[in-house]
């Protein structure tokens, strides 16, 4: 409850989408770039305890993370290249759900190749890019060297032909022998 009124998902959502409102996560030397940028009213120089602390807090947070939700944000391209250096940079080993639904419509490429991604992985994905608005401008998706199966080629190739995706252009599946070639990954999903 805040200010004598319940206080539920939608108020949450609408209070962080609004003016900025929450940001991808930074980096602890993306933090301490920008903590130097800020000055502390009490006149000391806390800076060095801040960035402590805060790499302490995400170390701990992210190296134990296996679900993050970026969903309708409003996140636009330099919201998603901050989450993706985040990500890169090896500091969410735990991770197995990332939910982006809304964050970033003008997602052009998706580069999720040398990964451990499976059929339930890719499943996921056909999912989230199968809703609506998800990725209309997605033109390039990478899924090469991964796990992917024929049951996940498949998922991704219905999502596709229901419309998911309407920009695709380019897109790499798995190669690896015990898994379907790229042809034949292919030949489910449409040109």
């Not at 996140?75 to 250096?85: P, T």
Request: with cysteine; proline share 7%; glycine share 10%.
């Amino acid at each position: 409850m805040r200010a004598g009124v319940e206080y539920d998902w939608n108020s949450l959502t609408d209070d962080c989408t609004q003016d900025g409102g929450r940001r991808p996560p930074l980096l602890p030397s993306a933090f301490a770039a920008e903590l130097e940028k800020k000055s502390f009213t009490n006149g000391k120089d806390d800076k060095p305890l801040v960035k402590r602390l805060y790499e302490a807090a995400f170390k701990e947070q992210f190296g134990k993370a296996t679900e993050l939700s970026y969903m309708d944000l409003g996140w636009g391209d330099a919201e998603a290249a901050q989450l993706a250096e985040v990500l890169a940079s090896g500091a969410a080993p735990r991770l197995e759900k990332l939910y982006l639904e809304g964050a970033a419509p003008r997602l052009e490429d998706l580069y999720l190749g040398n990964n451990e991604i499976g059929d339930e992985g890719c499943k996921a994905l056909a999912a989230a890019l199968g809703k609506e608005g998800a990725a209309p401008r997605l033109e390039v998706l990478d899924l090469l060297g991964n796990r992917i199966g024929d049951e996940g080629c498949k998922a991704l190739a219905a999502a596709l032909k229901e419309g998911a995706a309407p920009s695709l252009k380019a897109r790499d599946a798995p190669p690896l022998a015990t898994r379907p070639s790229p042809a034949q990954c292919s030949s489910h999903i449409p040109s």
